[in-house]
T-cell receptor
Framework: QQQVKQSPQSLIVQKGGISIINCAYE??????FPWYQQFPGKGPALLIA?????SEKKEGRFTISFNKSAKQFSLHIMDSQPGDSATYFC?????????????FGQGTTLQVKP | GAGVSQSPSNKVTEKGKDVELRCDPI?????LYWYRQSLGQGLEFLIY????????KSGLPSDRFSAERTGGSVSTLTIQRTQQEDSAVYLC????????????FGQGTRLTVV
């Protein structure tokens, strides 16, 4: 019940295309859903995050869509660029009381072809 | 430096030896996480420290793994009697309060057991 399942494992997109990565969770107590971006040789860095009181959050070319009833959330990268090539991780935690640990999905390796 | 610092950046050890990995979190961050990332794999949760609460050790894979956090700051992850399957990148992260606050990752320690 503590798992976060992420798909696909890898993704290849042409420059200018839309990249979509999906995550699903079971624990309804999760109330914070961040996405992290990791470049080779670096630690992951926060990209964008959402709480379940909204269905969508957009920051530039990056959008999180959240479906509470389906217990699913997804990352959309619009106008994908070669510089977006990285590994993306979804995560979830129980933010109430600020005591929750972050549980990560398995990661998606994105390659954007020029 | 204002970021999370991990040392050493690389460690090669012989099978059966003990190793200690160090993490210096961002000053003032009460939450500290350890994760393990095997080649091409996701972020496997190991242990979570939050303030003065008892650490969440539910992710430690065996009793050869232990971690401590002294004075609410520096943390050390110890692996006893290392095995080849322990080879991975060990990532440390810290956040202001855990839960729904941004986690900042270090660069990781790449451990190779030969």
């Amino acid at each position: 019940q503590q798992q976060v399942k992420q798909s696909p494992q890898s993704l290849i997109v042409q420059k200018g295309g839309i990249s979509i990565i999906n995550c699903a969770y079971e624990n309804t107590a999760f109330d914070y859903f961040p996405w992290y971006q990791q470049f080779p040789g670096k630690g992951p860095a926060l990209l964008i995050a959402i709480r379940p009181d909204v269905s969508e959050k957009k920051e530039g070319r990056f959008t999180i869509s959240f479906n509470k009833s389906a217990k699913q959330f997804s990352l959309h990268i619009m106008d994908s660029q070669p510089g977006d090539s990285a590994t993306y991780f979804c995560a979830a935690s129980i933010g109430s009381g600020n005591t929750g640990k972050l549980i990560f999905g398995q990661g998606t390796t994105l390659q954007v072809k020029p | 430096g204002a970021g999370v610092s991990q040392s050493p950046s690389n460690k090669v050890t012989e099978k059966g030896k003990d190793v200690e990995l160090r993490c210096d979190p961002i000053s003032g961050h009460t939450a500290l996480y350890w994760y393990r990332q095997s080649l091409g794999q996701g972020l496997e949760f190991l242990i979570y420290f939050q303030g003065n609460s008892a650490p969440d050790k539910s992710g430690l894979p065996s009793d050869r793994f232990s971690a401590e956090r002294t004075g609410g700051s520096v943390s050390t992850l110890t692996i006893q009697r290392t095995q080849q399957e322990d080879s991975a990148v060990y990532l440390c992260a810290s956040s202001k309060q855990g839960g729904n606050t941004e986690a900042f990752f270090g660069q990781g320690t790449r451990l190779t057991v030969v």
